[in-house]
C-alpha cells in the first residue's frame, strides 16, 4: 500500500508538471509547433540545427518551422506520454491491492481517461486548434488530477473511528457543494473557451469590458461552433464574439467566486475535525489566488507566466473542491453510523396474545407483593 502510495503522489505532482507546461505551450502559441502528430516534422526530436531545420521546411512547405515553439511542444507531448505509463502502472498496481474503497474502479477510469486524453492531443494538432478539442483536451487535464487526487486520498491511513469526530451538518451542506462543482466546472469551461479563441486579451477595464460592451454583446455570438476552417491558430472569431466570450468568463468568476466562497465559510463553520477545517482553508486560498491572478490579468494584460499560474490554480481548485466533497461525504456517512452505535433502534416484542400478556404480568405483580417474606437463614459464622 505504501509503495502505491508513492506512485500515485508522483504521478499527481508529473500531472502538475503537464497541465502547467500544457499552459505554457498554448499561450506561446505553441500548439502547433510541430504540425503532425505523434512526430515533429517526421522526427522523434524537434529540428533545432540548420539542417535539420531545412530539412523540416523542405518537407511541410507550408509551415513555419520554429525551433523554439516546436521544442516546447515536443517536451509537453514527452512529459504527457510519461504520465500515461505512470497511470498505466498504478492500474496495474491497483489490481494487486485489496477490494474496496474504489480504488480499481478510479485506476480502471484514469486509464480510460489517459487514452482518451492522448486521442485529444492527436486531434487538437490535426484538426489545427479547433476550440471545442482544445477545450476537451483542457478538461481531460484537469479530470486526470482530479481523480489522481482522489485515488490518493482513498489511499489515505484510516485514523481509527473513535478519533473521527461526528459531522451531523454536513449533510446539509452537500447540495451546496454539488453546485459549488458544477458552477467551477462551467467556469473552467468558460475559461477554456476564452482561451481556445483567444479572447483573453479582448477587455482590459474593469469590471467587464470596455464601454459599450452591453451593446455588442451577443450571448448566441459567444457560443458559436466556428467550423471549416483550415486552421484556428491566433482565433477566427470576430470582436463581438470574443468580447461575448470574454465577459461571460468574468460574469461566470463572480457567481464562481460568491458559490466557493459560500460553501468555504459554511464548512469552517459546522466542521468539527481538523481534516474538513484544512480543506475548506485550501479551497478559500486557492480561490482568493485564482481571484487575485485573474485581476493580475486584466491589469497586465496577461502577462505569460500569471496566465499559466491561472491555468494551474484553476485544475488545483478543482482537485482541492473534489477531496473537499469526498470527505464531506465520508464525515456524514460516519455521523450516520456513529448515532446508529450510539442510538440503537431497540426492537419491541409482544406477546401472541396482548391480553393475555397484560393478565400475566400483572398477576406476577401481585404475587410478588403478596408473598410473606422468605425466613432469613442464619450464616454459619454467626453460631
Not at 477510469?109 to 485529444?120: I, K, S, T, Y
Not at 482530479?146 to 451538518?169: I, K, S
Request: charged share 15%; aromatic share 8%.
Amino acid at each position: 500500500m505504501r509503495r502505491a502510495r508513492w506512485l500515485v503522489t508522483a504521478t499527481l505532482a508529473l500531472a502538475l508538471a503537464v497541465i502547467a507546461l500544457g499552459a505554457y505551450t498554448r499561450l506561446t502559441d505553441a500548439g502547433l509547433g510541430c504540425p503532425d502528430w505523434p512526430g515533429c516534422y517526421g522526427r522523434l526530436t524537434p529540428p533545432v540545427h540548420d539542417t535539420h531545420i531545412a530539412a523540416a521546411q523542405a518537407r511541410f512547405p507550408d509551415a513555419e518551422v520554429d525551433p523554439f515553439k516546436a521544442r516546447n511542444e515536443m517536451v509537453h507531448r514527452y512529459l504527457a506520454g510519461l504520465l500515461g505509463l505512470c497511470v498505466l502502472a498504478i492500474f496495474i498496481v491497483s489490481r494487486r491491492l485489496p477490494r474496496g474503497r474504489g480504488v480499481r474502479g478510479l485506476a480502471t477510469l484514469l486509464l480510460a481517461l489517459v487514452v482518451f486524453q492522448a486521442a485529444l492531443g492527436m486531434w487538437t494538432v490535426t484538426m489545427n486548434l479547433m476550440p471545442v478539442v482544445v477545450v476537451a483536451h483542457l478538461f481531460g487535464g484537469f479530470g486526470l488530477l482530479a481523480l489522481l487526487a482522489l485515488l490518493r486520498f482513498e489511499l489515505r491511513p484510516d485514523p481509527p473511528v473513535a478519533m473521527q469526530p461526528a459531522e451531523p451538518r454536513l449533510a446539509r451542506l452537500l447540495p451546496l457543494a454539488w453546485l459549488a462543482f458544477a458552477v467551477l466546472l462551467a467556469q473552467i469551461a468558460l475559461g477554456g473557451w476564452t482561451s481556445a479563441n483567444y479572447a483573453a486579451a479582448v477587455c482590459y477595464q474593469l469590471p467587464f469590458c470596455e464601454s459599450g460592451w452591453s451593446a455588442q454583446f451577443s450571448l448566441r455570438a459567444a457560443f458559436s461552433l466556428p467550423l471549416g476552417h483550415e486552421t484556428y491558430e491566433f482565433g477566427v472569431l470576430p470582436y463581438e464574439a470574443r468580447m461575448s466570450i470574454h465577459v461571460l468568463h468574468r460574469i461566470g468568476a463572480l457567481v464562481a467566486t460568491g458559490v466557493l466562497a459560500s460553501l468555504v465559510l459554511l464548512c469552517w463553520r459546522h466542521a468539527a475535525g481538523a481534516r474538513l477545517r484544512r480543506l475548506a482553508a485550501a479551497v478559500g486560498v486557492l480561490l482568493a489566488l485564482q481571484v487575485t491572478l485573474g485581476l493580475i490579468n486584466v491589469i497586465g494584460q496577461v502577462p505569460l507566466f500569471n496566465a499559466v499560474a491561472h491555468n494551474l490554480t484553476a485544475a488545483c481548485l478543482l482537485a482541492t473542491l473534489v477531496l473537499l466533497i469526498r470527505q464531506m461525504q465520508a464525515s456524514a456517512v460516519q455521523s450516520r453510523r456513529s448515532a446508529q452505535r450510539t442510538h440503537p433502534v431497540a426492537r419491541p416484542t409482544f406477546p401472541a396474545d396482548p391480553g393475555m400478556g397484560a393478565d400475566l404480568g400483572s398477576g406476577l405483580a401481585r404475587e410478588w407483593t403478596d408473598a410473606e417474606p422468605l425466613p432469613s437463614r442464619a450464616s454459619p459464622l454467626s453460631r
